[in-house]
């Protein structure tokens, strides 16, 4: 008898083992039955940069989306409008005359999936937790006035379901709304928790890999690298229509290809340019697509000295081939943006004023003191199209003497790194916190403390970039609240980030998933945490 298995076999029995482990359940009456389960949707995902499912300290592309399917907070975006807000556990809120209050009515009866039910003390007791915990994503509150001595007091259950929020000062009400709309303001079972607490850690510890959310989904199981697994919260106020959702780490998008034409998964979520093209043809398969507020971009550490130099920082923006790359790496999946702010969002710009240009970019490496170039590393996470823009932009940086070398790594390793600013160049993505203008603005054109040991770690602290009086202009414009002054107010800062700032912007990302025809409402958000899949059904 033949020992041979067949790539299909093996997927499928892959498949069947992942759902067995997950959810105990015997799926397959046969490891040749590759199709999924009726209610069950398989996506296939490269998901390699999740580092921990705690809301108060997730702060990774693809953990968004699981925390927007299986958490809910006191408001969240129209997925139809971003610029709209709508409640979630929220039933109403008004805000005080002078925009420093922030008064909130929860809906009645909602329950966590534990069964506890979800009161304002819970709403108050999770925000004040992210501040309290200060992981990286806290400063998307503390930027409103939050700290862990004054937080109790700023945030507080005035009833069973009503609760107040007080700012320090009077941001844009939109900006203080889209906040809360964050993962970091998701709504966490306190009494759950805190039978999980371990030396007051308010279940740090334990939330890392476990749950106590109230979302349509609920985490069974997360094995790094390998799957996630989320089953239907019976005691969601909004029902998932499928039982269960798989998520499998594939991180090559031909093998995602393949596995969505043999019908062994049901989604493909990242397909490179030819795999789109090929299955333009396939009636079985389907696409849809959305301009997200994610940009890519390379980024300069001004720890280097080369970097440090303005002529340097500016021929490096003159050594990507933005046309080539549009064109060939993102093709469909995204298009060429040399500006920090991606469009949908209030005062974005368009203006590209960079291209391929080496005679440009080598007088000026001249001027720096550079004729001959110059020594760097990128490190870069290996998955698609970052690996092909990594490589083009090598080969076209020789051209003007610029020695590049890759250091190839997953999402985790090279964020950590970055993290600590001890890079020479580093390829990566920025996806929007909120839908408001200050969440880009706040990390790309902002950084108040420059030093080694500062609080608050922006990305233009990770370069080393100094800017306190863009920082200024920043936080003028996070305050304004004429929307047509504080768009222009945006706009200024970018053509100022354009000219002197340490950011090649390369792209913003047109996120593109790829379906079985039999899987009905799946629609991707603007955000990550907008990706929703509970909404999704299947015939």
Known sequence: ??????????????????????????????????????????????????????????????????????????????????????????????????GKTFTFELKPGLKFASGNPITAED??????????????????????????????????????????LETEKSFAPTLVLNCLTANVASVLDKKLLLSKETNG??????????????????????????????????????????????????????????????????????????????????????????????????????????????????????????????????????????????????GAATDKPFKLDVDKAKALLAKAGYPNGFKATIDMRTVQPVQGIAESFQQTAKRAGIDIEIIPGDGKQTLTKYRARSHDMYIGTWGADYWDPHTNADTFARNPDNADDAKAKPLAWRNAWDIPELTKKSDAAMLERDGKKRAAMYQEIQAEFRKTSPFVMVYQQTDVAAYRANVDGLKLGTTSDTNYVFTIKKR
Do not use: C
């Open 123 to 164: 709403v108050a007791w999770s925000l004040q937790r992210a501040v309290t915990l200060n992981k990286t994503p806290a400063f998307i509150l503390t930027q409103l006035g939050l700290n862990k001595d004054n937080a109790a007091q700023r945030v507080k259950a005035t009833g069973p379901l009503t609760l107040t």
């Open 1 to 98: 008898m033949s020992s041979h298995i067949t790539r299909r076999t093996a997927s499928a029995t892959l498949l069947a083992s992942s759902l067995s482990l997950a959810f105990g359940l015997s799926v397959f009456s046969s490891p040749l039955l590759a199709a999924t389960p009726k209610d069950t949707l398989v996506q296939a995902l490269a998901f390699d940069d999740i580092i921990t499912m705690d809301p108060a300290e997730s702060f990774e592309i693809s953990a968004g989306e699981i925390m927007g399917n299986t958490y809910d907070r006191l408001v969240r975006l129209n997925v139809a409008n971003p610029s709209e807000l709508v409640g979630d556990i929220a039933k109403s809120w008004t805000v005080s005359a002078d």
């Open 201 to 346: 850690d308010m279940g740090y510890a334990w939330l890392k890999t476990n749950y106590a959310g109230s979302g349509p989904y609920k985490l069974r199981e997360w094995r790094a690298n390998e799957i996630i697994a989320l089953e239907r919260n019976e005691q969601s106020a909004t029902k998932a229509v499928l039982s269960r959702v798989i998520y499998r780490h594939v991180k090559e998008a031909a093998t995602q290809r393949l596995l969505l034409e043999k019908g062994d998964i049901d989604v493909a979520r990242n397909l490179a340019p030819q795999d789109i093209n090929a299955l333009a043809a396939n009636k079985d398969i389907k696409t849809t697509t959305t301009a997200k507020g994610t940009v890519f971009y390379i980024s300069m550490n001004m720890k280097h000295p080369a970097f440090a130099k303005p002529e340097v920082r500016e021929a490096m923006k003159h050594l990507l081939d933005y046309d080539g790359i549009g064109a060939t790496l993102v093709q469909h999946i995204g298009r060429i943006h040399q500006n920090f702010l991606p469009v949908g969002l209030l």
